[in-house]
Nanobody, 113 residues
């Protein structure tokens, strides 16, 4: 499968962004999908998950601020991020759960204080 993330950028504290992840080469609607992030000097960490059936889970650090969704008609995963904090600064990735071996290039999110 190919994963292409987009939508990142530079935003001030308290701002919002919407990330997109276009998935090709696999039957997207059957996949459990997730968002992950990797901050400088840290390991990649889980952010949010949405199952093929629409069940949603969030890491405690983003619950209430981030919203994961999917559009199976266009094979795209989304992450709406609100009330952004400097600690949210990271490269954001999408992947299947469990992850495909190959990750996308990610999209950089930078939150300035």
């Amino acid at each position: 499968a190919q994963l292409v993330e987009s939508g990142g950028g530079l935003v001030q504290t308290g701002g919002s962004l919407r990330l997109s992840c276009a998935v090709s080469g696999s039957d997207f609607r059957t996949l459990d999908m997730g968002w992950f992030r990797q901050a400088p000097g840290k390991q990649r960490e889980f952010v949010a998950r949405i199952t093929s059936g629409g069940l949603i889970f969030y890491d405690a650090s983003v619950k209430g601020r981030f919203t994961i969704s999917r559009d199976n008609a266009v094979n795209t995963l989304y992450l709406r991020m609100s009330s952004l904090k400097p600690d949210d600064t990271a490269v954001y990735y999408c992947n299947r759960l469990p992850p495909f071996v190959n990750w996308g290039q990610g999209t950089q999110v930078t939150v300035s204080s």
